[in-house]
């Protein structure tokens, strides 16, 4: 099992959230909520308005998302799904917890898988940057769901 730090379309009531659920990719169970420890660009770019983390480490802003436990057949429909290492790019990052699943606390951090790009334009650096991504958020940018591209 591995821990996976989603912030994007995969997160609970966001538009690919339903992969995570399906037990044909593998098993994912939802742990808690974090943030980054450091900040990063959370950005939302290209034709489909999808939300990407750059890496850049120390730039941006600390980014929230969630936990998830995901078993070896889920991790690797994630890395599919996320066109890795192409478009993203699976890295380890610390995430300070902020709430866990059932009740407890925060704990300082855990280290958990993410997908950020190091392969963007470089205009995108200077996109707004987010802390926290929504795909009916009031950036008014429509996430284009993969089914109709």
Excluded at 36 to 55: F, Q
Excluded at 56 to 76: F, K, N, S
Excluded at 102 to 127: I, N
Aim: aromatic share 12%; with cysteine; glycine share 10%.
């Amino acid at each position: 099992m591995a821990l996976v730090f989603v912030y994007g379309t995969l997160k609970r009531g966001q538009p690919n959230h339903q992969v995570l659920l399906d037990r044909v990719h593998g098993l994912a169970a939802f742990q808690g909520r974090g943030h980054t420890a450091e900040p990063y660009p959370l950005v939302i770019a290209g034709e489909h308005n999808i939300p990407w983390l750059l890496h850049l480490p120390g730039r941006g802003r600390r980014v929230a998302g969630e936990i998830y436990t995901v078993d070896e057949q889920m991790l690797r429909f994630l890395d599919d799904f996320e066109g890795c290492p192409d478009m993203y790019q699976r890295r380890a990052v610390q995430v300070a917890v902020l709430e866990w699943e059932g009740g407890g606390g925060p704990r300082d951090s855990v280290q958990c898988f993410v997908y950020s790009t190091a392969t963007y334009a470089p205009e995108w650096v200077h996109l707004p940057y987010h802390d926290s991504y929504n795909s009916e958020g009031p950036h008014g940018l429509r996430y284009n769901p993969r089914e109709n591209r």
